[in-house]
């Protein structure tokens, strides 16, 4: 076979969130294991429910990920011409024909299918036959186009996710490819959903269909006029739902987060990508891969069969596993951010690399971090409690002494741990005891990591006058 080419083909009514973009997921994944290429084609022919916000949405999500298209993004509105060029041909060879049927004959001709118990489907008035006299064309009615599906036998596929999948073409109405423009006038209306699609994966020449099943019922129809149309359909991969934590079908208005509120809230993209992948696909049981890793393993024959449920403690679980992997220079310009986020003025000269890699084990995001990094950037407001219960008169003139220490050593972590082993010596305190209290005045709480390993890191200034303000 050629060139793998895969798409993404979202639809910007809604602000993406996870369930919908780990289709793209194993789309641009499938696309790079494969050395082929990645298609993004935005489906905005929705105009009432398709905003300019949610595809800003879509190409951040995009970015963010890192699933970069090789060719797009293509706009569907922007295809209208083709389109309409491509109805015509079909008209032209009798491929697709126009029906008159008004909405009253429709609404009436599906009232006596439901009263006969059948299922409602249009009927062939207007469907051209050889031998067979047409109904005069009523004056003033703006026709739909349909498309001649075939009668008779049935139409498979074998799908990459489900197996084999067929539908008897008796279950397939004459689909409506085209509406009436609003205004009626002009011989060809606006295209409709699943004849756009079609038309754009011929001309986008896309080799692999991986998108959700709930389109499985709209692929049958698609491949009759892609044969229609004189090609063969492309490979097909419906994959499962992602339910959320409450097993509905994750979606806005069940409470799915936009995907940039997980960049917003200091998820790596490799700890996304990875969960995301996870959820559908598997690798034995390997949880923890890097990019580079999954793109080596990913193909389409380890999709999951059944639903995949998000599990944010999951996901964050995954995401801490990615904080302690991920170098400093990379963690550092995010933290950085968060810090912006959080009202934080960092110094030109600030040095974050040494603090991610003294706090990023404990963190399960770069935002986590940045709240331990405050410190570094702002001021501490130790709670009264831990005030009460550390920063007693046992240890008060203790923490006097360590102040005055510690303004004449070399400011580092050795130099600084031999200044608190003086002091305690000095006053026959134990490390338990003197810590702690250090920490509630410097750093604002009770526990951190190593103490002298956080204090190397303040301005010796910012140490001292935190340790004399009590
Ligand atoms: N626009 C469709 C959606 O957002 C996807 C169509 C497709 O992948 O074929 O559900």
Redesign the pocket.
Known sequence: MGTVRT?????P?GFIHLG?IR?ALYAWAYARATGGVFVL?I?DTDVERSTQEAVDVILESMRWLGFDPDEGPLFQMQRMARYRQVLEEMLEQGLAYRCYMSTAELDALRERQMQARQKPRYDGTWRPEAGKSLPPVPAGVAPVIRFKSPVGGSVAWDDKVKGRIEFSNDELDDLVIARPAADGVGPIGIPT?NFC?VVD?IDMAITH????D??VN?TPR?IHILRSLGHEPPIYAHLPTVLNERGEKMSKRHGAKPVTQYRDEGFLADGVVNYLARLGWSHGDDEIFSRAQFLQWFNLDHLGKSAGQFDEAKLRWVNAQHMKSTDDATLAPLVGEQLRRLGLQLPADASLEPMCALFKDRCATTLELAQWLSMYFGEVSPSGEDQRAYVTDAVRPALSSLAVTLSGVVWDAPAIQQGIKATLSGYGLKMPQLAPAVRVLVCGRAQTPSLDAVLALFARETVLARLRAY
Do not use: M
């Open positions: 798409r993404f083909a979202p639809s009514t919908n289709s084609r489906e959903y699609v994966d269909v991986i998108r959700g709930d389109h709209n698609q």
